[in-house]
């Protein structure tokens, strides 16, 4: 294996690694349920993804095969991440948490399927 070869692998280690280690530190970090999400969605798929990718790249370039196992479950990883992050939002929601404790969008309309308050104060959608 030449060694661009082996430096490309090690860049794709490396970047996964860091990855990683932030979306680790934010899912230990981040303050509630609603913002950890973002971490195990976004950077620890990344990092997974890039251990994959290099995985793929060292195959290929180290013996000429090209396997298409590791793009498969990228591809799988990608594509069912957010729905996972989409599901434990969902029941972050539905559970008797009171409106007060959800953390705001940002963006002036209510969280979708959040309970609406009695009182009359409930934000329209746009």
Same mark, same amino acid.
């Given at each position: 294996?030449?060694?661009?070869?082996?430096?490309?692998?090690?860049?794709?280690?490396?970047?996964?690694?860091?990855?990683?280690?932030?979306?680790?530190?934010?899912? #230990?970090? @981040?303050?509630?349920?609603? *913002?950890? =999400?973002?971490?195990?969605?976004?950077?620890?798929?990344?990092? +997974?993804?890039?251990?994959?990718?290099?995985?793929?790249?060292?195959?290929?370039?180290?013996?000429?095969?090209?396997?298409?196992?590791?793009?498969?479950?990228?591809?799988? #990883?990608? @594509?069912?991440?957010?729905? *996972?992050? =989409?599901?434990?939002?969902?029941?972050?929601?539905?559970?008797? +948490?009171?409106?007060?404790?959800?953390?705001?969008?940002?963006?002036?309309?209510?969280?979708?399927?959040?309970?609406?308050?009695?009182?009359?104060?409930?934000?329209?959608?746009?």
């Amino acid at each position: 294996m030449e060694l661009w070869h082996e430096i490309t692998v090690a860049l794709f280690l490396v970047v996964a690694g860091v990855f990683g280690l932030v979306g680790s530190f934010g899912l #230990l970090k @981040l303050p509630n349920e609603m *913002t950890r =999400l973002h971490a195990p969605t976004k950077a620890t798929t990344l990092g +997974v993804g890039g251990v994959l990718i290099a995985s793929m790249l060292h195959q290929w370039l180290g013996s000429e095969v090209f396997s298409m196992h590791e793009l498969i479950i990228t591809l799988f #990883l990608f @594509l069912t991440a957010p729905i *996972t992050a =989409l599901f434990i939002a969902k029941m972050q929601l539905h559970q008797n +948490v009171p409106r007060e404790q959800i953390p705001p969008t940002g963006t002036g309309a209510p969280w979708a399927g959040a309970p609406e308050p009695n009182d009359g104060t409930a934000v329209k959608p746009r």
